[in-house]
């Protein structure tokens, strides 16, 4: 590995964008350790790129019989885990999502005594199997005489998935319901702190390395110095070299040959390949990283080989789906006839004919 072209090849082969024998959204997320999940059809679509055979529909069959699960973990936002790994992630990062959220919680006027009333609320109204939606959910709060004006009902129930309280249940329509986590996910052996931070950071290296320590510290959420501790647990088992002033460290493997023809992914909003990296240099170019990024808010983009070349957006018609790209460069017939065969997996995916746009 020398280059940040390297970088970008072996990427995409851990995160399993360039081969993957995995057929099941489980253990896609297993693998990844979680994925971002706020914008709910995108991060559906990125799992079913890491798989073999999934349709939109499949991903959601996986949420509904919680074969995978939608929570707050990491960061302050929604992430699919897979439910072997929700006890452990959330005893380790909620501490962290707490503290990026204590503003707020004081803002809201939001205690330890109303979060444990609100607890309570939560589980009562969801024993027995129930699986209820957001508004259903602030019913039975005001229900037990805890206010949920402004944000406070969406920071009583995200404290409860980070107590291990709620976790997402089906979806009804288009809405997303909660279910009591103990009921929707057997009980699992506590881990000690030191072996979650090995646990992540082995997952995170073996699927996203090349990466550094900087990277690892903003995907996970955790300090800079609970992350280098992670790192070094398990650094035995990985590779690390230095590109440009950077350590990267990456699983010891051996890629396949690079391919003759093209290869474009078209990647969701919120991707792993982008989100999962503090620096993202080694697949946007500076001058168009604008265009992708801006302000942590992200768009979904066409790679090219390994490179951001473009940004798409998708249009839902009655029966139909087209999609618009945006071209940061000129490509080739052979890169042009990539991108449209993309273009038709996403259809696929979608079990819907690709229109003109």
Excluded at 193 to 207: C, G, M, N, P, V
Excluded at 290 to 314: N, P
Excluded at 330 to 350: G, R
Aim: charged share 20%; aromatic share 8%.
């Amino acid at each position: 590995m020398n280059t940040l072209s390297d970088i970008a090849e072996q990427r995409l082969h851990n995160q399993l964008l360039s081969h993957t024998t995995l057929n099941q959204p489980r253990e896609v997320v297993q693998w990844m350790g979680a994925m971002q999940a706020q914008d709910y059809a995108g991060a559906k679509w990125a799992i079913a790129q890491r798989a073999q055979g999934l349709t939109d529909a499949a991903l959601d069959s996986a949420l509904a019989d919680g074969s995978i699960l939608r929570t707050h973990v990491l960061r302050p936002t929604w992430h699919f885990v897979a439910p072997s790994d929700i006890r452990w992630m959330l005893q380790l990062t909620a501490p962290r999502v707490h503290a990026f959220n204590a503003f707020q919680y004081r803002k809201q006027e939001l205690d330890d005594a109303t979060f444990k009333k609100s607890n309570a609320a939560l589980t009562k109204a969801l024993r027995g199997g129930r699986q209820l939606t957001r508004p259903e959910l602030a019913a039975a709060l005001e229900r037990a005489g805890i206010a949920t004006d402004d944000l406070r009902a969406t920071l009583l129930v995200m404290r409860a998935e980070l107590d291990g309280i709620v976790c997402s249940g089906a979806r009804r329509g288009k809405q997303f319901t909660y279910a009591l986590l103990e009921e929707r996910v057997p009980p699992a052996p506590a881990r000690t702190k030191e072996e979650a931070l090995a646990e992540l950071a082995t997952r995170y290296l073996q699927s996203r390395g090349p990466a550094t320590l900087k990277d690892f510290a903003w995907w996970s959420g955790l300090t800079v110095a609970e992350a280098k501790a992670g790192i070094e647990s398990v650094q035995s088992q990985f590779n690390s070299e230095t590109v440009d002033g950077q350590t990267y460290w990456f699983p010891d493997l051996a890629l396949p040959a690079r391919s003759k023809t093209p290869t474009v992914h078209l990647l969701a909003t919120y991707d792993e390949y982008l989100i999962g990296y503090k620096d993202r240099s080694a697949v946007v170019n500076p001058t168009e990283a604008a265009q992708v990024v801006g302000g942590e808010v992200f768009t979904s983009t066409i790679v090219l080989d390994g490179q951001v070349v473009g940004v798409w957006k998708r249009t839902l018609k009655a029966g139909s789906v087209s999609l618009a790209t945006t071209l940061f460069t000129k490509l080739t017939i052979a890169q042009t006839q990539a991108v449209a065969a993309a273009a038709q997996q996403y259809a696929t995916f979608l079990n819907l004919p690709l229109a003109q746009s």
